[in-house]
């Protein structure tokens, strides 16, 4: 195998710069010899990333290249790899992202990747994603390369806009695998579970014993029924309605459907008290992370717990999967679908099963969704096309009507005031948007 050259753009991100960095690591056999390129526009938070990463590097015995650059453009040229897990000054504007639609009477879930802070979101990242990309693409050798955003849309935009190969990642599907798990009462390692749709949005399409190969879908029908009516009451209605579970939970479900805040309550008119806790705990986590990174700083002990640990993140599974061709199956990958789901639109960026080879990462065909489920779906490609063409192109219609298309929103008012509200908000971070 020859040598690799992996770039991670936010390497000094809270949870995911750390997990990809130990996971490089814990995969260090199998990558000996790679190039590993720390990117951040932090300076700060870089540095600490890049002497953790050269302490591990020392203690495994050397078997990678470090390098680091608040300057991606300096580190770019050559990869193989390109990890993108970038944010714009996340915790601030979620909290915007949050606040303004409340204001004018939208029950709001999260506010992430669906709903109006789900559109903001996009506005900001897409942006910076492509221009990353586009840099990349006019350089030399663009085949085989890899590009990890957890944002169906963004991966739309790299896949509209860029001819990069592109794959999104996301640790969800474990969630989904864990609730049906407990359900069941089996360990996670005897279910086989197939999930499909879009990111945040997936149906379980087949449950079954990974020994015997028996359908499990009966089973858990009369062990849902069993649980307290508090575990999951919205995947419950939309499995009553529609025949499947879905696979990704509550809360990140609400943010698509229209009616979740009939069961969530980040919805409830008591939001006002739930929504501190939301941004606390991300603070925290990230806290958490920077208490950890600073002890394995000069701590042994931390640093070897570090260098034994593997995140839920896949991304460098994947990696391994193409370097060693080990046509390994992953359970959720975001990719183009061309023709993967059937009656789903081909240029749609779906969550899907796919086989990791020397030939990069392919969705497997898994047919058609049932026709309730698609339609679902189908509506949420329509808002992802829209949101994309606005956050390149900085068009306001196409935001608006992405927001009226939303089942989040249900006021022609409310969705033109809050638009007003957030694009002016956020005026500073929106580089396709001209200031009004």
């Known amino acids: 195998m020859p040598d690799s050259h992996i770039v991670l753009i936010g390497a000094g991100s809270a949870g995911v710069g750390l997990d990809t960095l130990c996971d490089l690591f814990a995969h260090r056999d199998d990558l000996a010899g790679a190039t590993i390129g720390l990117v951040d526009v932090d300076a700060p938070a870089l540095a600490k990333v890049e002497?953790?990463?050269q302490r591990l590097n020392a203690a495994s015995g050397a078997p990678f290249t470090i390098q680091a650059s608040t300057d991606r453009r300096a580190l770019l040229p050559g990869a193989e790899f390109v990890i993108i897990a970038v944010e714009v000054n996340r915790l601030p504007l979620w909290r915007l992202d949050w606040e303004i639609p409340r204001r004018h009477g939208v029950r709001h879930i999260l506010g992430e990747n669906g709903?109006?802070?789900g559109l903001l979101h996009a506005l900001r990242t897409v942006p910076l994603v492509l221009e990353?990309?586009?840099?990349?693409s006019a350089l030399p050798g663009r085949t085989g390369h890899q590009f990890y955003q957890p944002l169906s849309r963004a991966c739309l935009a790299l896949s509209r806009y860029t001819r990069l190969n592109v794959i999104g990642l996301c640790h969800q599907i474990?969630?989904?695998?864990?609730n049906v798990a407990q359900t069941l009462d089996l360990d996670e390692s005897e279910i086989d579970l197939q999930a499909?749709?879009?990111?945040?949005?997936?149906w379980i399409t087949a449950l079954r014993h990974r020994r015997s190969g028996a359908d499990l879908y009966p089973a858990f029908r009369t062990r849902l029924a069993l649980r307290p009516p508090t575990f999951e009451p919205l995947s419950r209605r939309l499995y009553d309605a529609f025949g499947l579970f879905p696979a990704t939970g509550d809360d990140h479900l609400g943010e698509e459907i229209g009616w979740a805040w009939e069961?969530?309550?980040?919805?409830?008119d008591t939001a006002a008290a739930v929504e501190p806790a939301l941004f606390r705990s991300q603070q925290g986590l990230k806290e958490m992370t920077a208490a950890a990174l600073d002890e394995a700083l000069h701590d042994d002990d931390a640093l070897a717990a570090l260098l034994d640990h593997r995140s839920d993140e896949r991304i460098v599974p994947v990696i391994c999967g193409v370097l060693h061709n080990r046509l390994q199956l992953e359970l959720a990958v975001n990719v183009v679908n061309h023709g993967a789901v059937h009656n789903l639109p081909d240029w749609m960026v779906v969550e899907t099963p796919a086989v990791v080879s020397?030939?990069?990462?392919?969705?497997?065909a898994v047919g058609d969704l049932p026709a309730g489920c698609a339609a679902l779906l189908q509506q949420r490609s329509a808002i992802a096309s829209l949101t994309v063409e606005a956050a390149v192109h900085g068009d306001r219609q196409a935001a608006l009507q992405a927001l009226l298309l939303d089942p989040v929103v249900n006021s022609y008012t409310a969705a033109a005031a809050l638009l007003d509200d957030l694009l002016a908000?956020?005026?500073g971070y929106l580089p396709t948007f001209a200031p009004t």
């Open 51 to 53: 002497r953790l990463a």
């Open 115 to 117: 709903g109006p802070g």
């Open 132 to 136: 990353i990309a586009r840099y990349r």
């Open 174 to 178: 474990g969630a989904g695998l864990a």
């Open 196 to 202: 499909v749709g879009i990111n945040h949005f997936t």
């Open 263 to 268: 069961t969530d309550p980040l919805a409830a």
């Open 358 to 364: 020397r030939a990069g990462v392919q969705p497997l």
């Open 425 to 427: 908000a956020q005026a």
